[in-house]
């Protein structure tokens, strides 16, 4: 099996479900297989874009498995069930986000894109931070699962934004999209549960959000020079507009981003229930779309 097969899943027996299923958070297992794509620049047939949206994918495989590790290290000082088995189901689900991605990861590098360097070098740095204190990991991943909850919620919410990724491509990202979503408030509740202040996620939501930027920043550029298109003006200002422009996606993301910095803030404030049910059918239902990609015991 290549890199490309890589079966997204935990082991889940077909008549015992996962506990994070219980209380909405369900590690599905799907399937990937990118082996005969001829997908080129996938999102939008544009470069910048798609180079933009593959940079964030060659950032998840580590990044989520430095949320795994933040929230598991303080699963034992949780007593409440349901935050517990919440956690579960959050560690699957990000496990599954990781093989995911480095399935489309690998598809980047077989087209001699520099993914592999790009992701170890993150490596080194999320590493290097790990070994800081479990309480400023915990205070990074709810400030990137915010980000991340956010562009899930908008890819689910926007036609034009999930239409323009490639057919082939995009059962990957409305997968994440749904289950960012559906788990975006398990981190938070583990910091504020085991004694996490307002003071530390704010100054780190603002240490974290200039990284976040400077590091996508490095690794669009490196995969842009790396096909020759670091100088196509054209494209490059066209795509610019459509992230960061008056009506760019991650401009219109701005007012919920700073929903962060209210002391009395919580994920669920932003309600995507109906969202989540609609997508869960759309994708996962009767009729389901990703039906065909399920392996194992079908969870809703």
Same mark, same amino acid.
Not at 5 to 9: F, K, R, W
Not at 55 to 65: M, T
Not at 195 to 201: I, K, T
Not at 276 to 283: D, I, N, Q, S, Y
């Given at each position: 099996?290549?890199?490309a &097969?890589?079966?997204?899943?935990p082991t889940? +027996? ?5 506990a994070? #299923?219980?209380?909405? !958070?369900? @590690? *599905? ?10 997908a ?13 949206w ?14 795994v ?8 000082q ?5 935050l ?27 087209? &001699? ?6 992701? +170890?070098?993150?490596?080194?740095l999320?590493? #290097?931070?790990?070994? !800081?204190? @479990? *309480? ?5 991943t ?26 082939d ?6 997968w994440?999209a ?16 085991t ?7 704010a ?5 974290t959000?200039v990284?976040?930027?400077?590091v996508?920043?490095y ?46 803030f ?7 229930t ?14 389901g779309s990703?039906?065909g ?8």
């Open positions: 099996m290549t890199a &097969q890589t079966a997204i899943s889940l +027996s077909a008549n015992r479900q996962p994070g #299923a219980r209380v909405g !958070i369900p @590690p *599905r297992r799907v399937m990937m297989n990118l082996d005969t794509s001829d080129g620049y996938w999102y939008a047939d544009s470069p910048f874009l798609t180079y933009f593959s940079a964030f994918s060659v950032l998840l495989p580590e990044g989520e498995q430095f949320f590790n933040a929230v598991r290290h303080y699963r034992d949780i007593t409440d069930a349901d517990k088995a919440a956690i579960s189901g959050f560690i699957g689900q990000e496990a599954l986000h990781t093989q995911g991605h480095q399935v489309l990861n690998d598809f980047i590098n077989a087209k &001699q894109l520099p993914a592999a360097e790009l992701e +170890s070098q993150l490596k080194i999320l590493d #290097a931070v790990a070994k !800081i204190h @479990p *309480r400023l990991n915990l205070a990074i709810i400030s990137l699962e915010h980000f991340t909850a956010l562009l899930g919620e908008q890819l689910l919410a926007e036609a034009d934004h999930h239409g323009a990724v490639a057919e491509i995009r059962p990957l990202w409305m994440h749904l289950e960012e979503t559906e788990h975006k408030a398990v981190a938070w509740d583990v910091y504020q549960q004694g996490g202040g307002y003071a530390l996620r100054g780190t939501m603002a240490l959000t990284i976040l930027g400077g996508m920043a690794s669009t550029g490196r995969l842009m020079h790396a096909d020759g298109k670091l100088l196509n003006m054209r494209d490059n200002l066209k795509g610019l507009r459509a992230l960061f422009g008056r009506r760019g996606r991650m401009t219109r993301l701005a007012p919920k981003f700073l929903d962060f910095f209210r002391p009395s919580h994920p669920n404030d932003h309600d995507t109906a969202l989540v049910a609609e997508w869960r059918e759309k994708l996962f239902g009767a009729d990703l039906n990609l399920l392996k194992g015991a079908k969870i809703h």
